[in-house]
């Protein structure tokens, strides 16, 4: 079994990506790293290029530029194949085959299959072995697609909304197994969502794309540390003379109340009260303001072989 490593490398690199559709491009020249062994989340207006992402790394779309790899090797490849599992976002699963036979499918498709993992999954939900997929509710076909990417005891599990169609117990339970299984393996999650709360407890690294783009990548402590909170009274339109030369990343004037989330570039003067935001509260930020200049921290930034060594 492997370590959920290789020679220390990322889990996932993307250098130059782009993909193209017929109406333009879905991406656009994301260069990011994801280490191996963080629980990752993928954030992003709609449309802004999470599922293609998504699609790349698990191999069933093509980039038409730049490359991805996973664990070094080419999503295509038999050792990324094994290495990974995908969860789509439309949980495409046989509607004729039952339960039982889902999970054989899955045996007998992935080596390493771990059936008492996949069966708990499905049993801790009740959900019947001998019932036919097509007869199951959304949430419960969700649960035996878990359960399918579970088994699979994959080093990178890839997750595109996994939960929008879990009640609230559900997801904690599922997301509770995630952490457990990631814990207990050292496995690397990259999972998209919409529900930002939900990332805060789960999450120790971020990458939020936008328009095609990376905006911010990195880990979450790092991203925070970069940012910081400034409120106070002022008159008058726009920002401050005194933030001026700040990264502003969104600001807002309410009465004579101003308030902004800021990358300080330097020591802060001015009356203002600053604090460090929450997770939520920046990602929101960045949703907002899709214009933002874009945040990739060291630990999420791509090197080149010169740049490495010169490190
Ligand atoms: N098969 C396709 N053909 C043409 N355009 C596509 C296709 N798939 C996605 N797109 C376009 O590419 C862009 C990115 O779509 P994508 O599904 O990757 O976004 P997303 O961030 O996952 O969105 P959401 O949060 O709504 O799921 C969108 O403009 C979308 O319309």
Redesign the pocket.
């Known amino acids: 079994m492997s370590d959920g490593t290789y020679a220390g490398g990322p889990a996932l690199e993307a250098v130059g990506l782009g993909?193209r559709?017929?109406?333009?491009w879905?991406?656009r020249d994301c260069s990011f790293r994801l280490p191996a062994g963080r629980i990752c989340g993928l954030v992003?207006?709609?449309?802004?290029?999470?599922?293609?992402?998504?699609?790349i790394a698990a191999h069933v779309l093509e980039p038409t530029e730049g490359t991805l790899s996973v664990f070094g090797a080419a999503p295509g490849s038999a050792e990324a194949g094994r290495r990974t599992a995908f969860l789509a976002?439309d949980k495409p699963l046989y509607r004729t085959f039952t339960v039982a036979e889902t999970l054989r499918l899955g045996r007998e498709l992935n080596p390493g299959w771990d059936q008492r993992a996949a069966e708990g999954i499905v049993r801790a939900g009740n959900v019947p072995l001998d019932a036919r997929i097509a007869t199951l509710s959304g949430g419960q076909r969700t649960r035996v697609a878990f359960a399918l990417a579970f088994g699979k005891r994959p080093d990178l599990l890839l997750l595109?909304?996994p939960m929008s169609d879990l009640d609230p117990v559900v997801r904690h339970e599922l997301m509770g197994t995630l952490m457990a299984e990631a814990a207990e393996r050292g496995s690397t999650v990259l999972m998209?969502t919409?529900v930002l709360a939900e990332l805060e407890s789960v999450c120790d690294y971020l990458v939020v794309?936008a328009q095609?783009g990376v905006r911010l990548a990195g880990d979450v402590d790092e991203l925070l540390y970069a940012h910081t909170r400034v409120s106070g009274a002022r008159n008058g339109e726009g920002v401050p003379a005194d933030l001026a030369h700040h990264t502003v990343v969104e600001s807002r004037t309410g009465g004579r109340q101003f308030s902004a989330l800021i990358r300080a570039e330097g020591p802060l003067a001015g009356p203002w009260d600053t604090d460090s935001p929450t997770m939520e509260e920046l990602l929101l930020a960045y949703l907002r303001s899709t214009g933002a200049p874009p945040l990739i921290t060291p630990t999420a930034e791509v090197r080149t072989g010169t740049q490495a060594v010169a490190a």
Do not use: M, W
């Open positions: 993909k559709y017929r109406r333009g879905a991406l992003g207006p709609n449309g802004a290029g999470k599922t293609t992402l998504l699609g976002q595109d909304e998209s919409h794309v095609g």
